[in-house]
């Protein structure tokens, strides 16, 4: 694992987002730790209006929400170093997600954490095979902590006991299966050092000092610190080496509107990878070689970014990258892995990603994407065929699940727009009742592959459109940069252009569109209402800034290092404005807004704080619209719990029933869930 510290600007925009579908997507590949991710969340109303509906098939029987929002069976399967257990999450009898362990070849699977109530998500096995770290916070305040426990379970040790501290990982490696370096704020809240981490003892010793501007460390296979990033006053980033006197030196540099990500160290530890746009429109993979400073391309899309990077266990070498086009689309970049992904297509034609190999190389894990289909995980010995394990949630199978389209469509100013369409099983009739699904972020972008929100709501009567508006990564940095300054603007009209493509394929009624977003895509509910009151009938909001100027100035403070390069996207030129952040903060346009509000929001969310959802609310109400809100005491940037994601889309659902004639499920009442109807 060569984990790296992400503290700025796509840990605030990529994240402007909540929890991740377990159900749905797996986890990132093999041996990378990241925070976790979350979808939307809303509250309660008034009764639906009854919907006249065909006698439920089984093609198109209500899918209970329980199963598409509740706790997975089974996710994030992984394999031991040593090949000889499995561990995945799974609920244990207080259905809470903790991570299991089985002995391969045996029906001893047993949970080894213990959580009483927060789900155990981010984890890794120690790499001597006896232990799992795993990285939980409090109530969603995202600051994580690492805990160890034996694989008896019952042992459970806090290693970075530090309230109000935020640990993340920066190496851990094959070679040291002892020794962790990870990042801390502990000495100031708005920089992370580095500190070597003894597993066994807990003892920490400081390691790195930040000199006040990095927001990335990387090391190498001996854990030595030598490269960072760090973000320059214009919004851009500069690349250091550090040398052998021990000074820092600038390697490379780049503006504003370009990036460069370190992936590692190559196998020699004088290459280092890096996926960078720099001289590029799309981010390639590249080796910079320390010594020389020349650059090879390994590999490259003219079009699309480089999404994720397939390493050998043991060496860090690259053997493979994807492609996020329509669907994931895999390179080898090591010929001795052509026949293992020859025989991983013979699954299907969903995407494939390895989400673990044992250090010998001999067994993977593999997570089977579908878009229509839970996920399925796989046990996959080399040269042999893969062998399933289980599926996410085995009770989606009596079900019938729409189906994901990849779509294009003009944007007004002639943009090319990339989205998903799924549309009710059976044909409902059209045009229909249709929904704007709108991804957080906003520099992340809707992919392939099965979404448990997608489902609820195509199964409920919806087409649901997803769109990778400008500003959306994944697409090449002219797109991405085609968002700079535009939230709120074009970012927004590209939605609207969605919602009248809808209607132009005879897809939509004009008059029952509703738009729903977390994060980021809360905001982009709220201007869509705002700024454009007469397309949307309804929205829903968890979690969505309603006001530049207070998002700005109350960012968490291990944000400030990369505060230049969050205002050059938001503001662009004039970043700091207030009177253009105001023009293009919702909370300023409450009034304008007359479509029915639903708004929910975690207390302890550290990214988009409480006061954004209430201070939107009382606007709304004192205008004479109408708002629902629900907030969520034990809950931060988006919903982890399941009695909490299930009270909000119970709630949600005949909300949108009321506005936009939906199915419903009847509704009952959720034991155990904080939301607080007000």
Do not use: C
Request: charged content about 20%; aromatic content about 8%.
């Amino acid at each position: 694992m060569g984990a790296r510290v992400r503290v700025g600007l796509m840990a605030l925009l990529s994240v402007l987002i909540g929890i991740p579908a377990l159900v749905g997507s797996p986890s990132t590949t093999s041996a990378q730790v990241r925070p976790a991710p979350v979808r939307p969340t809303p509250r309660p109303v008034a009764p639906p209006r009854p919907v006249a509906t065909a006698a439920p098939t089984q093609s198109n029987a209500l899918i209970p929400r329980a199963i598409l929002f509740g706790n997975p069976r089974y996710a994030r399967l992984r394999i031991s170093p040593d090949g000889a257990r499995i561990a995945y999450l799974r609920p244990d009898d207080n259905d809470v997600l903790q991570v299991w362990v089985r002995t391969i070849g045996q029906n001893d699977d047993h949970p080894v954490t213990a959580d009483p109530r927060r789900p155990v998500v981010n984890y890794l096995w120690t790499f001597d095979s006896q232990k799992i770290l795993y990285f939980q916070d409090s109530d969603g305040d995202e600051n994580d902590h690492l805990y160890a426990v034996g694989l008896g379970g019952g042992d459970t040790r806090d290693l970075t006991p530090l309230r109000g501290v935020k640990v993340e990982p920066v190496a851990y490696y094959p070679q040291s299966p002892q020794t962790m370096l990870i990042a801390t704020n502990q000495r100031d809240p708005e920089l992370f050092d580095v500190y070597r981490l003894d597993l066994a003892t807990g003892e920490t010793v400081l390691d790195t000092l930040n000199p006040g501007d990095v927001d990335d460390w990387t090391a190498d296979r001996q854990l030595r610190v030598r490269v960072s990033t760090a973000t320059t006053d214009d919004g851009g980033g500069e690349l250091r080496m550090l040398d052998d006197s021990g000074v820092w030196q600038t390697f490379m540099t780049w503006g504003p509107d370009d990036n460069l990500d370190v992936t590692g160290f190559a196998p020699d530890d004088n290459l280092l990878y890096v996926e960078s746009n720099v001289g590029a429109n799309a981010a390639q993979l590249l080796t910079l070689n320390l010594t020389t400073q020349n650059q090879a391309v390994l590999a490259a899309d003219a079009q699309y970014d480089i999404e994720e990077t397939l390493e050998h266990p043991v060496t860090g070498q690259i053997q493979a990258v994807g492609f996020d086009r329509e669907k994931l689309e895999w390179q080898t970049l090591d010929p001795a892995l052509d026949a293992d992904f020859s025989a991983l297509a013979q699954l299907g034609n969903g995407d494939v990603r390895i989400t673990s190999r044992d250090l010998a190389d001999r067994v993977w894990t593999i997570a089977y994407i579908s878009d229509s289909a839970p996920t399925r995980f796989y046990l996959y010995r080399r040269g042999s065929a893969p062998t399933l394990i289980f599926s996410a949630q085995p009770e989606l199978d009596n079900y019938t699940m729409a189906s994901m389209r990849p779509i294009t469509y003009q944007s007004r100013d002639g943009l090319t727009l990339h989205g998903y369409l799924s549309t009710p099983v059976g044909g409902a009739a059209q045009p229909g009742p249709a929904m704007l699904l709108v991804h957080g972020g906003p520099q992340v972008r809707d992919e392939w592959g099965f979404d448990p929100e997608v489902q609820w709501l195509a199964n409920r009567g919806y087409a649901v459109l997803q769109v990778n508006y400008r500003g959306s990564s994944g697409y090449g940095k002219d797109f991405l940069n085609a968002g700079n300054g535009e939230w709120g603007a074009r970012m927004n009209d590209d939605l609207v252009d969605g919602a009248i493509w809808m209607v132009r394929q005879g897809i939509a009624d004009p008059a029952k569109v509703g738009i729903m977003g977390a994060s980021y895509g809360g905001y982009a509910t709220l201007a869509a209402l705002a700024f454009t009151p007469n397309v949307f009938t309804v929205g829903v909001d968890l979690s969505g800034p309603s006001s530049l100027i207070t998002l700005l100035g109350s960012i968490p403070p291990y944000w400030e290092v990369l505060r230049s390069s969050l205002e050059h996207r938001i503001g662009g030129s004039v970043a700091g404005d207030s009177d253009f952040l105001q023009s293009r903060s919702p909370l300023f346009f409450a009034d304008r807004i007359r479509s029915p509000l639903f708004i929910a929001q975690g207390a302890n969310d550290p990214r988009v704080k409480q006061a954004e959802a209430e201070q939107m609310v009382t606007a709304v109400r004192s205008a004479g619209r109408t708002v629902q809100y629900v907030l969520y005491p034990d809950e931060g940037h988006g919903l982890d719990l399941p009695e909490n994601r299930l009270q909000f889309y119970g709630l949600v659902e005949p909300f949108l029933a009321q506005y936009l004639g939906g199915r419903v499920e009847p509704a009952t009442a959720i034991a155990g869930s904080s939301g607080q109807v007000r």
